[in-house]
């Protein structure tokens, strides 16, 4: 059974408000009430109503006041705006540009605001309905370049869409060839980062004799071969996100002055005086199972719970072979676009082959 509209009438006159009120809950909607702007505030803070029907004239915080603060509530209600003194410039001030629903003068028609609050309510639901499917649409099948419609990878997209707009750390762990590092740019494009740089570096690429100069940077004289002052990737990703690859390669020092780095945002290149601040997301990604690391004392425990905030397990594709055909249409398409083909596709028969394929993987433990 449908809930009654909830119906928040604002008005600083008290026979207005009960008047209005009365007449809301007549046709079977519930009405809660408040004087100004501000309460209006409060009761939208404890409980979101369908509508909202303000006065416009009032002390304190008023209509265009509470409009104005409408714009930076999330999903908030469409608001029908009531006033005494109608005009024109007052209409499209507080239709076109503060955003309310509707305009009326005083005194009303009821039958006028019964059909408008239906009408404001029925929008705002298709406005909900239409950012839900939007939402559905955009992470049926791809994030970023990850593509697959299958059950685990929807598990994958529903973490990446909740940890995109975070500042929070993120763990990623899957086999080798999974797709950590576009995860990880998945993740930056999602967020409020998205214009500013994405760093990658690859930890177990680097000797370890290089990976501090590499992620902190280095002074000149630093070293022997320290010829010139060079930014490390901290400073390469301010105000960006900062991949970690093979996360449990890096030697366990290192790790130490990197936990650091994340509890307070700042980094002294090697040589160097004084720290600096920085402003970087940090995402941590490995091949390895990270229990099986910190028990091998390859990785930090205490450094794995800092950056284990998201977890995101991205699985292989011996476990979702259902996204084989997505897989395949994408790299034929990209392998179009790169090389200036017009493959329309793959046949049926070579589907069906890569589908009864075990797809072993690379890591010792899935080997056939």
């Known amino acids: 059974m449908a809930q009654p509209l909830r119906v928040l009438i604002?008005?600083?006159e008290e026979s207005q408000r009960a008047g209005l009120a009365g007449m809301v809950e007549a046709w079977g909607m519930t009405a809660d009430t408040a004087a100004d702007g501000e309460q209006a505030l409060e009761r939208l803070a404890a409980e979101m109503p369908d509508v909202i029907v303000?006065?416009?004239?009032?002390?304190?915080l008023d209509g265009f006041g509470l409009l104005?603060?409408?714009?930076?509530?999330?999903?908030?209600?469409?608001?029908?705006?009531?006033?005494a003194y109608g005009t024109i410039e007052n209409a499209v001030k507080t239709v076109h540009e503060l955003g309310a629903f509707w305009f009326l003068e005083k005194p009303i028609q009821a039958s006028a605001m019964e059909v408008l609050i239906r009408r404001a309510a029925a929008h705002q639901r298709l406005r909900t309905e239409n950012r839900s499917l939007t939402t559905q649409l955009r992470y049926k099948g791809a994030v970023g370049d990850l593509v697959g419609s299958s059950r685990k990878m929807q598990q994958v997209y529903a973490?990446?869409?909740?940890?995109?707009?975070?500042?929070?750390?993120?763990?990623i762990t899957g086999e080798s060839g999974t797709g950590k590092e576009l995860a990880a740019r998945a993740i930056h494009r999602l967020s409020p980062r998205r214009d500013g740089p994405f760093i990658a570096i690859n930890c177990a690429a680097l000797p370890e004799t290089l990976i501090e100069?590499?992620?902190?940077?280095h002074e000149r004289g630093a070293f022997t071969g320290a010829t010139e002052r060079r930014a490390g990737c901290f400073e390469l990703a301010q105000h960006g996100t900062l991949l970690l690859d093979e996360i449990g390669e890096m030697p366990v020092a290192?790790?130490?002055?990197?936990l650091r780095i994340l509890e307070d945002s700042r980094v002294r290149r090697l040589g160097g005086k004084g720290e600096f601040e920085v402003d970087v997301r940090v995402v941590a990604a490995t091949n390895r199972a990270p229990e099986e690391s910190i028990r091998n004392s390859l990785l930090r425990e205490d450094l794995f719970y800092r950056l284990n905030v998201f977890h995101v397990h991205l699985p292989p594709l011996r476990e979702r072979k259902e996204d084989i055909p997505e897989l395949a249409e994408a790299l034929v398409a990209d392998l179009n676009r790169k090389h200036d083909c017009h493959v329309s596709g793959i046949a049926p028969e070579v589907a069906e082959r890569l589908r009864q394929h075990q797809w072993p993987g690379t890591c010792a433990s899935c080997a056939t």
Do not use: H, W, Y
């Open 159 to 171: 973490v990446l869409q909740q940890a995109g707009p975070s500042k929070a750390c993120v763990f």
């Open 10 to 12: 604002v008005d600083d």
């Open 213 to 217: 100069s590499e992620l902190f940077g």
């Open 54 to 60: 303000t006065d416009l004239n009032m002390p304190g």
């Open 68 to 83: 104005t603060r409408l714009r930076d509530v999330p999903d908030a209600p469409p608001a029908i705006v009531l006033t």
């Open 254 to 258: 290192t790790q130490a002055k990197l």
